[in-house]
Every structure is written in structure tokens, then in C-alpha cells.
């Protein structure tokens, strides 16, 4: 396989600078690049920088895609088809709640298989891997065990920035870069388990549309791609918003729709972004996570965002008939404790060694009751 040399990755550079855009086997070949790790860690942040800058097109994301998926991916044996996977892909300007682990778990407690892809945090305090371990999850565990855990559970956590999962240049990468690029995209996209179907969060209104025709490009037969905006502030999030509007692009095989949607089109009060807002501690935040999953009503309006995040892929898994269905359906699931016992029963089964995190699972439990 032919190296491509640094003066030959520099004009491609700037040929991103002259805003010329690359074919998909050409941005494979650069992304793969990256993967091995085989250009100065200048010349990959320029080429990431003046990708972005440009602004990427459907092709240039799954030529990235493909790139990590091929080289620097573990694709573990025995899953289920028909997996479902829900992810933000960061670098939203409006930190909230980690609605989408909580909505994964009132998925999965309803029967669609989770196969999740999430990393630590990087902008914000607590990222999904962060709140996961915390409740008791092993994210450094191998693909196998993961596979393992949604095969038995129906749901599991692959870590986006564990070795084992990705051995090569993404953690690498995403560990130092703190600006919204390609790879926040395509390496969202990477999940190890191949799922078909997906409701995923970008993080600008722009990407909404891009992202949607590469998922379906790479494979997804059915997604929902949404941004949201907090009303209060503008500042955008990877997630439906109950706080503002949310750009959706839904998609099944070549068809899409792409409409906006506000909280009260499906009977949710308005909630103002600071009921939402990431807290100022990991403690806080874990905290609060068991509380919501829980279902015990102290905090209505990230239990809301909850149920419409969690609706979505409901409804996208066609468990529901509308989005609304859905809401209610993931509501009551909180409600009934059925996602806790979700949640418990994935502790159980992607523990930490010598079931250390079922136990700090039930004492975490036990201090916030």
C-alpha cells in the first residue's frame, strides 16, 4: 500500500484550502492516512482544519468512514441484525444532560436492540463513556464482551477511544483536537457492530442534511439526524431539544424527509435550557443520571428529554407509530421502572472485574434514593 509522501498531502491541503473538493477514494486514501499515523501531526490538524473550513460533502465523510472502519475499527462476531445505535457526535456549543445514554437504556428496556458507540469527555465535563463507568459500566472491556452484553441485555457500550476498540489513530486524534471536524462525523459512524439503523445528533444545523445521505451511503436503512437549538441562548445541540426548535432529516433506504419540529408539536411544555444544562461536577451529573433513569420526577424536564430523544428511536425501530407514540411509550417506561431495570440488568452483564461495578451500581443507587 503506497504512502502518499508530505508534499503530495500538503497539496492536497491546500487543495481543501482553494475550497476544491475530494472524491470518496480520495479522502479514504488522506483518512487513511491519519489512521497509520503516517503524517506529521501538522500536516493531519491542517488537513482536518481546512476540511472543515471548507465544509465536507457526503463523499469526503464516508471516504472517512471508510477509512476508520477498515483500518482502525475491531468488528466483533455473533451480533443480532437489525441492531439500533443513538450518538451525538460532540462539540455542540450547548452542554445538557447525557440524554442519549439515558435514552439508549429506555430503548433498549423496550426491546430494540442497543449496540452504543460513545467516548469520554472532551469539551464537556462528563462525556458518555465518563457517565457510563461511573454507574458502574466497564468502557474498557473488549469488543467480544460488548457483543456479548447486547446479545444477553440488548444493549452494550463500545468505547470510541479504547484501543481495543479502535487501535490506532482515532482515540489518538480526537484526544487532542479540540475543534469540530470530520472525524466527529465519520467516527461517530464507526461502530464496531455495523448497525443498520440509527437516530444520530450533529453538532450544526449544516451537517444535518450531509450526514443523513452518508449513513445511508455506508449501509443505515432507516435514521433520523437531528440538531437542536436552546431558544434562550441559540446555542445548538446534538439532540432533539425541548427547548427550542430541532432540525430533523429522517431517512429510510434513498427516501428522505427533512422537517423542523418543536416541543409542543407533540404536547411537551416548553423547558427552559437551564433545566437541561450539564452540571458543574461529575458527581452532580451522575447523580442526577440515576435520578432520571429512575423515573422518580425530581427532574421533570430532563426526564422530558429523555422520553423525546428516546421516543425518536423508538419510533425509528418502528416500535411506535409517531414520534408522539413514542414520547409517551419512553415516559412511561421511566415512570414504570422498567429502564432502571434495564440499567441494572447491562451493570450486570458489562461489569468491571469481580462485579465492582454492580456493587457501586446498588450503593450509588442506595445514596441518591
Known amino acids: 500500500m503506497q504512502q502518499i509522501t508530505q508534499e503530495q498531502f500538503g497539496r492536497y491541503i491546500q487543495q481543501l484550502i482553494d475550497k476544491k473538493h475530494l472524491n470518496q477514494e480520495l479522502s479514504y486514501l488522506l483518512f487513511r492516512e491519519l489512521m497509520l499515523d503516517r503524517q506529521n501531526s501538522l500536516q493531519q490538524g491542517a488537513f482536518l482544519a481546512a ?21 482502525d475499527t475491531v468488528h466483533p462476531d455473533g451480533l443480532p441484525e437489525q441492531l439500533f445505535e443513538n450518538s451525538g457526535t460532540g462539540m455542540d456549543s ?28 472532551i469539551t464537556s465535563r462528563c462525556g458518555t463513556v465518563d457517565i457510563m463507568e461511573a454507574v458502574g459500566i466497564d468502557p474498557d472491556c473488549s469488543a467480544t464482551k460488548v457483543a456479548e452484553c447486547i446479545c444477553h441485555t440488548g444493549i452494550g457500550l463500545f468505547n470510541g477511544m479504547s484501543p481495543k476498540i479502535h487501535p490506532g489513530g482515532l482515540g489518538r486524534i480526537l484526544s487532542q483536537v479540540r475543534f469540530g471536524s470530520t472525524l466527529n462525523i465519520a467516527a461517530s459512524l464507526a461502530n464496531p457492530a455495523r448497525p443498520s439503523q440509527a437516530v444520530r445528533g450533529v453538532h450544526s444545523e449544516r451537517m444535518v442534511s450531509p450526514t443523513a445521505s452518508v449513513m445511508s451511503r455506508i449501509g443505515y436503512q432507516r435514521g433520523m439526524v437531528v440538531h437542536g437549538i436552546d431558544t434562550e441562548t441559540g446555542l445548538g445541540m446534538d439532540e432533539l431539544s425541548v427547548c427550542g426548535p430541532s432540525t430533523v432529516c429522517s431517512f429510510e433506504g434513498d427516501k428522505s424527509e427533512r422537517f423542523c419540529l418543536l416541543p409542543e408539536d407533540i404536547g411537551i411544555a416548553s423547558w427552559s435550557g437551564k433545566h437541561l444544562a450539564a452540571c458543574n461536577t461529575k458527581e452532580e451529573e451522575v447523580s442526577r443520571f440515576i435520578q432520571v433513569v429512575s423515573g422518580n420526577g425530581k427532574f421533570p424536564g430532563c426526564e422530558d428529554f429523555v422520553s423525546l430523544n428516546a421516543g425518536a428511536v423508538l419510533w425509528t425501530a418502528g416500535k411506535v407509530d409517531n414520534l408522539k407514540a413514542g414520547f409517551n411509550l419512553a415516559l412511561a417506561t421511566l415512570g414504570n421502572g422498567l429502564a432502571l431495570k434495564k440499567l441494572r440488568q447491562w451493570v450486570g452483564c458489562q461489569s468491571m472485574e469481580q462485579n465492582a461495578g454492580a456493587v457501586r451500581f446498588e450503593t450509588l443507587l442506595k445514596r441518591v434514593a
Open 51 to 71: 476540511l472543515v473550513a471548507k465544509g465536507e460533502t457526503v463523499d469526503e465523510i464516508a471516504g472517512a468512514w471508510q477509512a476508520i472502519d477498515e483500518f
Open 94 to 121: 450547548f452542554k445538557t444532560f447525557n440524554v442519549s445514554s439515558a435514552a439508549a437504556i429506555v430503548a433498549a428496556a423496550n426491546g430494540v436492540p442497543m449496540a452504543r458507540h460513545g467516548a469520554r469527555a
